[in-house]
């Protein structure tokens, strides 16, 4: 597992899944995994990087032992994406008490404003090798 970065996301969240996908067709050269922070590998690597598992309203990108939430997730994994998501690190010049301010707004309105599945979403055939059991 710790070859490929790992993404946890909220599995419900129509946004999340949004993002999941748009993530999974930028990664053209397959680098990331993913689990919903409900699942039970979800669940385990958030306990294994004292995460709570109670709160599901962050992204977590784990990356070479370390676990990185909310936007600096988002700043970590952009880069890898290739090409001119590398101009996404610029963000790191913006302070993280006012990215993840923003990014809370989004988190405590994602539903309302998005939607909500019933359970998690189950990928197609063609992507659930990119999936963690």
């Known amino acids: 597992m710790q070859e490929h970065p790992i993404i946890l996301f909220d599995g419900v969240c129509n ?12 990664d053209k050269k ?8 409900q699942s039970e590998i979800g669940q385990q690597l958030l306990s294994k990087y004292s995460l ?7 992204f977590v990108l784990i990356d070479n ?6 936007t600096s997730a988002t700043i970590q994994l952009y880069p ?3 090409g001119g998501w590398k101009m996404m690190k610029g963000l790191w010049i913006v302070p993280q ?13 994602r539903y309302r404003w998005f939607g909500k599945k019933e359970a998690c979403m189950i990928p197609s055939p063609e992507i659930r090798s990119l999936f963690l059991q």
């Open 65 to 70: 032992g370390k676990a990185y939430q909310k």
């Open 80 to 82: 890898k994406l290739g």
């Open 15 to 26: 946004f999340c899944n949004g993002a999941i996908n748009f993530i999974i067709k930028q």
């Open 30 to 37: 397959r680098i990331f995994r993913f689990a919903p922070l």
């Open 52 to 58: 709570s598992a109670e709160k599901l309203d962050s």
């Open 97 to 109: 008490f006012i990215r993840d301010f923003f990014y809370d707004v989004i988190a405590k309105n």
